[in-house]
Each structure stands twice: as C-alpha cells, then as structure tokens.
C-alpha cells in the first residue's frame, strides 16, 4: 500500500501513548515504523488486555498498529551495536523519555546525529527541556492537574480528570506534525533536527483562552459540572430514558432554542428581551436558569422524541451514549471512522480508530495491527547482515 510517507523509516522507542501514537499516525501515511521494545515487552503492551494469545492489550493494538516489531537490549553493547546500525538507516527516530534516560540509551540528539547527521529525533517528555521541573516526571494525569482542567472540568471543591488521556494523545499528534514539518526541512536543506514535544505544553495549549481571560480579567471562574459558561443552553439534562447534550452558539441558535421551548409552553420568562440572556457572554453568567429550563422540557420526552425535536429546531444535541451505544450507533459504524482490524487471540476484530483527519488526494489508512512481541526482529537483523547462527546467539544472550 503506498503513502505519501512511503520510503521513510522510523524508529520507535515509544512506550504508552505519546510516543507510540506519533508513530502510528505516521505509519497510516506509509512511513515504515519499527517499534523497539524490551526483551520480554514493554509496559504499555498489556493495558486493558483483549487477546488471549499473548495477553496484548486494547492501547497497544491501538497506538501500534501497521509498525514492524523488534527486541532489543541497547544497554549491552551488542544490542547497542545493533541499535547504531539501525539508526544509520533511519530517517526518524521516536522516544518519548526525559533526556537522563535518552543518553543513557544513546537515543539523545548529539549521539544520533554522529551516526546519522540528517536524523529526526522526536522526543515527548512532561515539562519539556529547560525550567526548573526539566527533570521531573510526569504522566497526562499531571499536566491535566497542572493547567487548569482538572479544576475547571468538576465541581466547585471536587476537581475531574478527564477518563481519556487526552494529553498523551494530543502531544502525540502534535509531535506527528512538527516531524511532518521537520522532514520537509530536511527535503529542502538536508538538516535534520530535534523535535520537542511536553505533556504541560500540550495542556497549556489547550486550556490557553480560560488562562489568558484569567490574566487580564482575574475572572476566577469556578467549575460548573456540564454545564458551559461561554453562553447558554450547554448542558446534559435527564430524558424520561436517559440524557442528552445540548448546546447554543450564537444568537440565531438561541433563538430558535425559545421558539422551541415556547412550543412547549410555560413561557414565564421574556427570552429574548430579558438583558439576562441578550447574547452569548450574559447567556453564559446566567446558564443556570437557561439549564433548567432545558431540564423540565427534556424530562417530559424521551431522548429519541428530545433529539428529534432538537434536529427539527437545528440544534446540536446528541444522546450520552455508554461504551456499548457508540460501537452500535450507525453512523460510527458506517462512516469508517473505526477500522475492524483482525489480532491474534482476539474474539473478533478490533475496532482500531481510523486515522482522525482524510486526505482526498494521499489518504491514511491503518496499514495492519500491532506486531506481537518481537515478530519481525529475525528479518530486522537479516536486513542488517545478520546471519542465522548469529541471531540464535544474540537471542540466547539475550540482546534480542
């Protein structure tokens, strides 16, 4: 299957998800991704395990599917060897581990580039490389406590992690695209260079607009559950059946919201000439009143009658799905956005997320599922030189 990165080689030492998901969305454009990974596996390859071959998990089959597997021990010099020979001919390598650890692998930039003085080196640590945390460790988990999230996502005095590491997720993706920018600064100059990711930088990001509103207003917002604070209605209400979310921007939208409540009666509020709710950032101090308003008309219909009423009206609304409902729902199921890839000791396909963004022209594409552990290592070694004989020796040492 050819891609737009076709005839690029990228070595992943990436473990869990910042890492490995750069090298998997790389892999869907075509680049040739071989994970990298310890003697007897790595860490992240049993999370949430669904194969009853080799005790593999759901993130791993994920966040490593169509890369090539290889074994290695870089600590012993002849592992190292190995890995050297490897990086001469590689475009791009992935490790997502704090500089200390790089060095000590010999994966950090000055080592690489003797080897290799056009490498890519895409590196992902938590607070990135220079200020006084440099050192320290962390997981998704901190830097959603660390920009605000957390405290703003729950209720006043009981912050919420998001479930979904979104953190991990999204510096991986944001490190995809400065290798993506990196490889076309090489294609002009012949430079290679160091990619830089940062589990807080990524949060920062994200949280940025509510940070900067804070530094010049000192607003001191405070959690407000579901309920939105940029205008109104935003919230998740009960149905006779369930819940639904249902949310406004703008004031067309709003309207359209009271002609629909109006519908249903009870009108003891002037909506739209009440100065409470005159546009977006008034609607989003008073949201409060807005949500319970939406609660008592929601509570009097089912979610299938609420989101029909809500579609006619041209109101976003959707149902809470569990789990189970989004697998189910048909336009998940019909839009390709979840790619059924087959694993070894798995009950059925797994539904592996699609690559998130569609090119027209150069399309991604889950390329094939994660390898098992060290399946592609004696084809590895071969493309290196090695012999058989010598490949028996290095497992049996235990390099590989």
């Known amino acids: 299957m050819n891609g737009i990165l076709n005839g690029i080689r990228v070595l992943d030492f990436g473990r869990f998800i910042a890492g490995p998901w750069c ?6 454009l075509g680049a040739e ?26 993130m791993y089959l994920h966040c490593n599917r169509g890369k090539r597997g290889l074994t290695l021990n870089p600590l012993k010099p002849a592992g190292r060897e190995i890995q050297e020979k490897l990086v001469a001919t590689a475009d791009m390598v992935l490790a997502n581990m704090p500089p200390r650890a790089l060095e000590q692998l010999g994966l950090d930039y000055q080592t690489l580039k003797a080897i290799k003085p056009d490498i890519i080196l895409v590196t992902a640590t938590a607070f990135g490389t220079t200020g006084p945390y440099a050192e320290k460790l962390g997981l998704d988990s901190v830097a959603q406590a660390m920009c605000g999230n957390m405290v703003m996502s729950g209720t006043p ?20 695209f400065g290798a993506l920018a990196a490889l076309m600064h090489r294609n002009a100059t012949g430079e290679g260079q160091e990619v ?21 207003l000192k607003k001191d917002r405070v959690a407000s559950g579901n309920r939105g604070q940029l205008g109104a209605p935003g919230d998740d209400v009960k149905t006779k059946d369930g819940h639904i979310f249902v949310t ?15 519908a249903d009666g009870e009108d003891e509020i002037d909506w739209l000439g009440d100065p409470r709710f005159k546009d977006d950032a008034a609607r989003g101090d008073n949201a409060e009143i807005v949500s319970e308003r939406l609660a ?47 694993y070894p000791g798995t009950a059925k396909d797994a539904p592996l997320a ?3 963004v569609r090119l027209t022209g150069t399309p991604g594409e889950v390329r094939g599922r994660a390898p098992l552990l060290g399946e592609h290592t004696d084809e590895i070694l071969e493309s290196l030189g090695y012999g058989e004989a010598e490949i028996e020796r290095l497992r049996a040492e235990r390099v590989v």
């Open 248 to 262: 406004s921007a703008g004031q067309p939208m709003f309207e359209r919201w009271v002609r629909l409540m109006a």
């Open 196 to 216: 830089q990711g940062a589990l807080l930088a990524t949060a920062l990001t994200t949280s940025n607009s509510i940070l900067i509103e804070q530094d010049l």
């Open 33 to 58: 991704v071989i994970r990298v990974e310890k003697i007897d596996g790595g860490e992240d390859r049993s999370l949430y395990p669904v194969s009853d071959e080799d005790g593999s998990g759901a």
């Open 157 to 176: 005095g009981q912050p919420i992690k998001s479930f979904s590491p979104w953190v991990d997720y999204n510096t991986a993706t944001y490190a995809a």
């Open 354 to 356: 699609a690559t998130p």
């Open 296 to 342: 008592r008309w929601a509570a009097r219909r089912t979610t299938e009658e609420a989101l029909t009423e809500m579609a006619e009206a041209r109101i976003p609304a959707a149902s809470v799905y569990t789990l189970q409902q989004t697998l189910d729902d048909p336009h998940v199921r019909e839009s390709g956005m979840l790619a059924p890839t087959p």
């Open 23 to 28: 090298g998997a969305l790389l892999a869907d």
